[in-house]
């Protein structure tokens, strides 16, 4: 068994190790792939040291296969091809108690608080783990994680079929926002500013503008001067969070899937003239993993376009180094049945 370790510094070490066999209610899963997400980038880039520490496995984007499976565990076999919800809750707080685990008051997210996926062999809770399917390429299940928070923002936004969305910011995750709400039957345009990814949202088929060079009463007449039904600010600065609620339609809603680390403003006029509601959404349920499998398992998110690299686990560091430049950048990690 080896593992790759953040050291600290945008550094990692491999190191051999001793797979964790599985305790009751755990398995053992034989990690395949694991995608290089944005948040394992700004762990790499030094920006979470307090909270990872200088010597964690990171990675949560991960597709494996079933190795051990701990005592009384009879839903999963040795084998299946499986992926893992990375959320560890206390099922104890108000939000455990109301049902929402999956933004527990003292949620632990595996692959930051403890140890994650860029290790040949990860051992997990057994109730994390879902099944991909046989037929599935485990590849494309590395996906898996990234989709289904693009589900759960767009349940969250109750898009509905021939509602009118905005998603501004085509990131990895905004473009899976985008495919999903296009999915359910919603008219999805694209605001983007880099050339690269406005490109590549234009092969996907959808309408693409610049807010930096289109107003936003010109992208107002794209909706017959209405609105847009949903807005989904995807890209965490100012500029996107004024448009995003410039651009709401009477009763509009504005779902916010970007992680804004310090205070944007908003203009709050604007959500009393219009009766526009503000929607936060983080990480997903167990529903949303269900709908991810689904969706890639039958083509509507098209993997092999947004994989734009694959790399072995020795050059971690060049992957790293390189993450940026492409949608998703995808490690191997070990075996790959
Ligand atoms: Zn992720
Ligand atoms: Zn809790």
């Given at each position: ?213 289109t107003s936003s009463e010109a992208l107002l007449e794209t909706t017959g001067g209405k609105g ?19 651009v ?90």
């Amino acid at each position: 068994m080896r593992a790759a370790y953040y050291i600290g510094n945008k550094n990692f070490q491999i190191e051999p190790g001793n797979a964790v066999p599985p305790g009751a209610g755990e398995v053992r899963i034989d990690v395949a792939y694991c995608g290089i997400c944005g948040t394992d980038l700004h762990v790499y880039h030094g920006a979470m040291d307090r909270r990872v520490g200088d010597h964690r496995i990171i990675g949560h984007e991960m597709s494996g296969v079933v190795g051990a499976l701990g005592d009384g565990i009879t839903s999963l076999a040795v084998g299946e091809r499986v992926v893992v919800r990375p959320l560890g809750s206390c099922g104890e707080c108000p939000a455990c108690k109301a049902g929402h685990d999956h933004i527990c008051h003292k949620l632990k997210f595996l692959g930051l608080d403890s140890d994650g996926a860029m290790q040949t062999s990860w051992t997990v809770p057994a109730a994390l783990v879902h099944r991909v399917g046989p037929s599935m390429d485990l590849r494309h299940a590395a996906l898996v994680e990234p989709v289904a928070v693009a589900c759960h923002d767009v349940r969250r936004g109750r898009v509905s079929p021939g509602e009118d969305v905005l998603v501004v910011g085509f990131g990895p995750i905004g473009m899976l926002v985008a495919l999903v709400a296009r999915h359910t039957g919603a008219n999805v345009r694209v605001a983007e500013v880099n050339e690269d990814r406005s490109r590549i949202a234009a092969t996907l088929g959808f309408p693409v503008c610049n807010p930096q060079t289109t107003s936003s009463e010109a992208l107002l007449e794209t909706t017959g001067g209405k609105g847009f039904d949903v807005v989904f600010e995807v890209a965490g600065v100012q500029q996107a969070t004024d448009l995003a609620v410039a651009v709401a339609a009477a009763r509009g809603r504005v779902v916010m899937v970007a992680i804004h680390s310090k205070p944007a403003q908003i203009d709050l006029f604007r959500f009393f003239w219009r009766e526009v509601e503000l929607i936060g959404a983080r990480v997903y349920r167990p529903e949303d993993f269900d709908e991810a499998i689904h969706l890639l398992g039958d083509g509507t998110i098209p993997a092999n376009l947004i994989i734009t690299e694959t790399v072995d686990l020795d050059y971690i560091a060049d992957a790293f180094a390189g993450a940026h430049k492409g949608m998703k950048t995808i490690l191997a990690i070990g075996e790959q049945s």
